[in-house]
């Protein structure tokens, strides 16, 4: 399925990835105002909350105005894809010959409803990574075929070896953009309730109430092959 | 707790709660370019959408360049509110004399993975509200109380009334932001597996995989009041 060599088409050279350290580097955008100490720019930590999901809030600016779309995403290494139709306004306005789309793609898991006795110390517990920086329309074949399984594996971990790969005219009504990892920090709340001293005493019960996520048990189409057994990776 | 009377500070008038139809007025905005069939005006749809969740991810624009943060939101009527420390960067831009700040709230339910035969056809099954508008600080004491009052309710209905209302010095802390919902849809997938038909024979398993959310059992603070019960409103 290897697409016949290319010249690439950007207009610049892409940022390389930056050389593998403990951390990102803070800046002035991923430093909060509030809750400074929530923040975390290590890596691992970044990593390991995208690894977790699948969906992101992606935003940009369309006529100065800010929109926010949900879309599906992976991780590879110290990128981020995303992906949608040729004609998709995001991703039509990132490629082009004056390419690059300033995002800011978000990922937030809730992790337990943290109910104060004050409605003032009412919380949640979460995790979240916020990454700003440019996407860029990607134009090389393979990274496009590499992408395009990890946006698949990201939401069911070896499944994109379990499909018919894009063809031809699949892959040309696909846009894949990419935004590297360098500017992005992790924020979390965890921990229990903190409610002030003297209310401690007030009526109210207060604590945590944890979220759950899953997954049911799998629908099978109905026109399925006869004989096609529920896959291993699909098993609870 | 009826706050003083106070003259409104708003510079102008805010936007009246449009008079109610049937469905919002498509815009440039919200008609997407992609899968329009998937969008939705009706007001139903998108007060439903919204009322089943309370995590949003707001967009606005700093500096130029898009910022998403996750938060939480309530609905009444028309009107849509996020809330934060008013030293916060969305807040604080959205107030003072020239206030009023252009944002993009979004909501999304993602219900179900849908695997196809082919990677292509892989998607989901999702409910999502975009919103468009401008935020303004609310200012009226009233409203603000109210509003408070429905971002505790939006995430566990009831709620505001079994817990102690903010105090003076915690509404000064806190800043509420209003959008008034005139420039939203919805989108939303449903439905089966839509792969192509000479694809159907594939030995590939597709289907839906359903998404369970919920929460599990509350654990309550350790400094809970003696005799303090797990509320009705807690139970499952």
Redesign the interface.
């Known amino acids: 399925m290897q697409g016949p060599p290319q010249t690439p088409r950007q207009p610049r050279p892409l940022p390389q990835t930056p050389p593998r350290s403990a951390a990102y580097a803070p800046t002035d955008?991923t430093v909060p105002?509030?809750s400074a100490d929530r923040a975390s720019y290590d890596r691992e930590v970044v990593h390991a909350i995208l690894d977790e999901g699948h969906?992101c809030?992606?935003?940009?600016?369309?006529d100065?105005?800010?929109?926010?779309?949900?879309t599906?995403y992976a991780r590879v290494g110290e990128r981020l894809y995303v992906h949608?139709?040729t004609?998709?306004?995001p991703l039509?306005m990132a490629g082009g010959k004056d390419s690059g789309l300033?995002?800011?793609?978000?990922v937030?898991h809730?992790d337990a409803?943290v109910?104060?006795?004050?409605?003032?110390h009412?919380s949640?517990n979460?995790r979240?990574v916020?990454a700003?920086g440019t996407a860029y329309d990607v134009t090389d074949p393979e990274e496009k075929r590499a992408a395009?399984?990890a946006l698949?594996d990201q939401?069911?971990p070896g499944?994109?070896r379990?499909?018919?790969?894009?063809?031809r005219k699949?892959l040309a009504a696909?846009a894949v953009l990419r935004l590297d990892l360098r500017e992005v920090s992790a924020k979390a709340r965890t921990g229990?309730?903190n409610?002030e001293a003297e209310?401690?005493?007030?009526?109210?019960?207060?604590?945590?109430?944890?979220?759950?996520?899953?997954?049911?048990?799998?629908?099978?189409?109905?026109?399925?092959?006869p004989?096609?057994?529920?896959?291993d990776y699909?098993k609870v």
Chains 1, 2 share one sequence.
């Not at 809030?57 to 369309?62: A, D, M, T």
């Not at 379990?162 to 063809?167: H, L």
């Not at 004989?227 to 896959?231: D, H, I, K, N, R």
Request: proline share 9%; hydrophobic share 45%; charged share 15%.
């Open positions: 955008r105002t509030r969906l809030h992606l935003g940009f600016v369309r100065g105005a800010p929109v926010v779309l949900p599906l949608g139709s004609g998709s306004r039509r300033p995002v800011c793609l978000t937030t809730v409803l109910l104060a006795r004050s409605a003032f009412h949640m979460y979240s916020v700003h395009l399984d698949v939401v069911v499944r994109s379990d499909s018919r790969p894009a063809n699949e696909t229990g309730v409610d209310d401690l005493a007030l009526p109210h019960w207060a604590g945590l109430v944890p979220l759950r996520k899953g997954y049911g048990t799998p629908v099978a189409d109905p026109a399925l092959a004989g096609t057994a529920l896959p699909l």
